[in-house]
């Protein structure tokens, strides 16, 4: 399985996300879990504790790891670097590894200007592209509400795009954006998990605000969550209600999967 979880700040994707990679490991999965937040928190929602979290340096900010793939220094342009650097030692060399999961922090690329391609980019979608299409592994990326990582080759080749929505309309606003950038590149299957559901009526909102999406599941707001949030922890090891809701997304994922 690839996959590719998405959404606004504070919607709950990296909980889905920490869930889902733990519950794949769990089943003896190799797993590589990707940061391409730039707000990382992936690490804890694993169940990396602060101390190792701190020991992993975003790639993007690897300067020298950079300028030897590529053949430019970081944060310059204007010249010729490979457009198809090597990436496929870097899952080994520079994952952390613990409860069976490698997890890369891509780090956030200071561009010039729009459409500013640099070194540190290219490297970056090209590691994805390693990871989605050529490795075994199960791939979970908590992405940004974006998909600025993925090249048109590459999200046609993810299983799902997950968008995790709030009831709320920024949220289903977002959800929208989603849809429509991610059908340009070729997506397949965007789908929609209603996520922070207190009551039947949320559920039905986020059904009925985005009719032209399959929503998969649900996940209720949980103070198990928020305690795990505030002592760095994993959702896994806090909330059960939490790891029995992932568990039927997972199921409605892999029927999907079956299905493509």
């Not at 390693?130 to 592994?137: A, F, N, S, T």
Request: glycine fraction near 10%; include cysteine.
């Amino acid at each position: 399985m690839k996959i590719a979880v998405t959404g606004k700040g504070g919607v709950g994707k990296t909980t889905l996300s920490g869930t889902l990679a733990r519950l794949y490991a769990a089943q003896g999965y190799r797993v590589v879990a990707v940061d391409a937040d730039p707000d990382a928190n992936l690490g804890s929602s694993l169940g990396f504790s602060a101390e190792l979290v701190k020991t992993i340096t975003p790639l993007a900010d690897m300067k020298a790891l950079v300028e030897e793939r590529t053949g430019m220094k970081p944060g310059t342009s204007g010249g010729f670097f490979t457009i198809n650097p090597k990436v496929d030692d870097i899952p080994e060399k520079y994952a952390l590894e613990h409860n069976g999961i490698k997890l890369l922090i891509m780090g956030t690329v200071e561009t010039g200007g729009s459409g500013c391609v640099c070194a540190e980019h290219v490297l970056l979608k090209n590691l994805i592209a390693h990871l989605v299409i050529e490795r075994k592994d199960v791939v979970i990326m908590d992405m940004e509400a974006g998909i600025e990582h993925l090249g048109r080759g590459t999200a046609g080749a993810v299983d799902a795009f997950i968008v995790v929505v709030e009831p709320g309309a920024r949220s289903v606003q977002t959800a929208e954006k989603v849809k429509e950038l991610a059908t340009d590149l070729g997506v397949k299957n965007v789908l929609v998990v209603g996520s922070k559901i207190r009551k039947e009526t949320d559920k039905q909102f986020i059904i009925d605000s985005l009719p032209n999406l399959d929503v998969i599941g649900f996940l209720s707001y949980s103070e198990k969550v928020v305690e795990a949030d505030l002592q760095g922890k994993a959702p896994y090891d806090l909330s059960p209600q939490t790891v029995e809701e992932v568990k039927k997304i997972k199921e409605n994922l892999e029927k999907i999967k079956k299905r493509k």
